[in-house]
């Protein structure tokens, strides 16, 4: 399983791009990269998946060099609605796959 | 179409006790997995269930087990309950199969304190 690390934080201010960039090295050749949003006391909230190169869609965009060791997040024009954890994972539909999720990324979106 | 439901929502519970949690993922979705979350560990990986099998079960002591019914609907129980049980539990849903997407959607919790 891919391991996979982000920033423990990050603040911005409402109106800006935020990118949260997600590090996985060991990513396998079938594997995913997924991003899920978290509000306090919920569940985790998909918000995009892709494979390589860039995937969009109505909130956010996905960033996945050639390479694929990394992968970037991109939040359009944040509001304070976009303050949240962020999680990074990698993996696929494969069986005996524990999802590991790490510690997210705190943003802080300020007026 | 639904979301995941969870039930209860709360529950306390004493030490000693066993409790069951309940999950029903949304339709058409054969695989439901279970986390714990708490402040200190975050989201951990309790196990996983696909077709009424346990496909893969985290680093959990035996005192938490589950079971997948036939219509997908996911049970988990914990006994011999502990202090540090306390927690949100968490259950998603997906596809599974062998479906190239593996996006799961969670419910929203059992918050479970241990008194």
């Known amino acids: 399983l891919a391991k996979t690390t982000q920033p423990i934080s990050m603040d911005s201010y409402e109106g800006q791009e935020v990118n949260i960039t997600c590090s996985h090295n060991n990513i396998a050749t079938n594997d995913y990269i997924t991003w899920y949003q978290q509000f306090p006391s919920q569940g985790p909230r998909f918000i995009i998946q892709?494979?390589?190169t860039k995937v969009t869609n109505e909130v956010a965009s996905l960033f996945i060099p050639a390479d694929r060791k990394s992968s970037t997040l991109s939040l359009p024009r944040v509001s304070l609605s976009d303050t949240a954890v962020y999680y990074c994972l990698v993996g696929g539909d494969n069986y005996g796959q524990n999802f590991v999720f790490g510690p997210g990324t705190r943003l802080s979106v300020l007026p | 179409k639904a979301g995941v439901t969870q039930t209860p929502r709360y529950l306390i519970k004493t030490r000693g006790q066993q409790v069951t949690l309940s999950c029903s993922p949304i339709s058409g979705h054969r695989s439901v997995s279970w986390y714990q979350q708490t402040p200190g560990q975050g989201l951990q990986f309790l196990f996983e269930?696909?077709?009424?099998?346990?496909?893969n079960k985290g680093n959990f002591p035996g005192r938490f087990s589950g079971r997948q019914f036939s219509n997908s609907r996911s049970e988990m129980n914990v006994s011999t309950l502990e202090l540090g049980d306390s927690a949100l539990y968490l259950c998603?849903?997906?596809?599974?199969?062998?479906?190239?997407?593996?996006?799961?959607?969670f419910g929203p919790g059992t918050r479970l304190t241990v008194t």
């Open positions: 892709g494979y390589k």
């Open positions: 998603a849903s997906s596809l599974g199969g062998g479906y190239r997407s593996y996006e799961q959607y």
């Open positions: 269930y696909f077709s009424e099998t346990q496909r």
